[in-house]
Nanobody, 118 residues
């Protein structure tokens, strides 16, 4: 059974930093593309960052490029989202996603809440 478990979300002040972690089990982790999405109430889930199978290809949406860094550790079956310079508009539930190809829906975690507020 595939499981993705996110952790690390919490309340943080504007300008602060946070690292989210996603622990994967039940799948050959190094064969999966990994992504972070986020969602706020009333809006569609938004792709934030993605990383290739070998940690050699990363992509970000414009609003987080230069502030967020996605990474993965294939030996530990984990991937991460380091977030710096956090803004109130980064407030959302962040979800981990694992997929074999860019066109398959893949698997989702349960989400972790990030709140940026003073």
């Amino acid at each position: 059974q595939v499981q993705l478990v996110e952790s690390g979300g919490r309340l943080v002040s504007p300008g602060g930093s946070l690292t989210l972690s996603c622990a994967a089990s039940g799948l050959p982790f190094n064969m999966y593309l990994m992504r972070w999405y986020r969602q706020v109430p009333g809006k569609d889930r938004e792709l934030v960052a993605s990383i290739g199978r070998g940690d050699d290809t990363t992509e970000y949406i414009d609003s987080v490029r230069g502030r967020f860094t996605i990474s993965r550790d294939n030996d530990k079956s984990r991937h991460y989202l380091q977030m710096t310079g956090l803004k109130p508009e980064d407030t959302a539930v962040y979800y981990c996603n694992a997929r074999r190809t860019a066109k398959t829906p893949g698997y989702w975690g349960q989400g972790t809440q990030v709140t940026v507020s003073s």
